[in-house]
């Protein structure tokens, strides 16, 4: 059975930086693009990062372009983001979910696999 487990939420100040970790098994990991999408209150989950499965290629929403990078380590089965010049409109709970593809993901419908999400609060 898959399991997709994120960590590393946290409360921050804005401008701090943030890594997120998301450690999946149960399906080869090397053969599965990754993602990160984040949905804050009242607001629908939206896309934030994905990675392909042999890491040469990222795509990000444009609201974290510059400021968050996505990045994937295939022997330890993990997937990170890292998270610089943190908003308050960062603010959301952060999902970690495995590809049905090798290649970049943007739509939450390419992923079949979705972790429970970890809290991030940015302060002002």
């Known amino acids: 059975q898959v399991q997709v487990v994120e960590s590393g939420g946290d409360l921050v100040q804005a401008w701090g930086s943030l890594r997120l970790s998301c450690a999946a098994s149960g399906r080869t990991f090397s053969d599965y693009a990754m993602g990160w999408f984040r949905q804050a209150p009242g607001k629908e989950r939206e896309f934030v990062a994905t990675i392909n499965w042999s890491a040469e290629n990222t795509f990000y929403a444009e609201s974290v372009e510059g400021r968050f990078t996505i990045s994937r380590d295939n022997a330890k089965n993990t997937v990170y983001l890292q998270m610089n010049s943190l908003r308050p409109e960062d603010t959301a709970v952060y999902y970690c979910?495995?590809?049905?593809?090798?290649?970049?993901?943007?739509?939450?419908?390419?992923?079949?696999?979705w972790g429970q999400g970890t809290q991030v609060t940015v302060s002002s």
């Open positions: 979910a495995m590809s049905k593809y090798k290649q970049l993901t943007i739509v939450a419908l390419g992923y079949d696999y």
